[in-house]
């Protein structure tokens, strides 16, 4: 079983930054991908960035030149850097990692709890 957790949330003011972390842990025998999505309110969850093994990058086209996706593969932790946040990046962020837990396994999604970013104008 994989556990995800995020933190970094928080309240800002439209302009500023923010950075979130996301950290994997549990019965891990490697990573695909790690990303970010989010949600607001009334709202269909969407792709924020993520971020493969081999590092190949997708960005959703409302974010893209402002924010900026990491990893560290020795951590099972992934990172994103959210600069010149707007009112409409307001929504809570989930970290999704798909991982397999056993040689030739299958690879499964895990979703973390979640964090609030409130972007105030």
């Known amino acids: 079983q994989v556990q995800v957790v995020e933190s970094g949330g928080g309240l800002v003011q439209a302009g500023g930054s923010l950075r979130l972390s996301c950290v994997a842990s549990?019965?891990?025998?490697?990573?695909?991908?790690m990303g970010w999505y989010r949600q607001a309110p009334g709202k269909q969850r969407e792709l924020v960035a993520d971020?493969?093994?081999?590092?190949?990058?997708n960005y959703g086209d409302s974010v893209k030149g402002r924010f900026t996706i990491s990893r560290d593969n020795a951590k099972n932790t992934v990172y994103l850097q959210m600069t010149s946040l707007k009112p409409e990046d307001t929504a809570v962020y989930y970290c999704?990692?798909?991982?397999?837990?056993?040689?030739?396994?299958?690879?499964?999604?895990?979703w973390g709890q979640g964090t609030q970013v409130t972007v105030s104008s």
């Open positions: 999704n990692v798909i991982a397999s837990t056993r040689l030739w396994g299958p690879f499964d999604a895990s």
């Open positions: 549990g019965s891990i025998f490697r990573i695909n991908i």
């Open positions: 971020i493969n093994s081999g590092g190949s990058i």
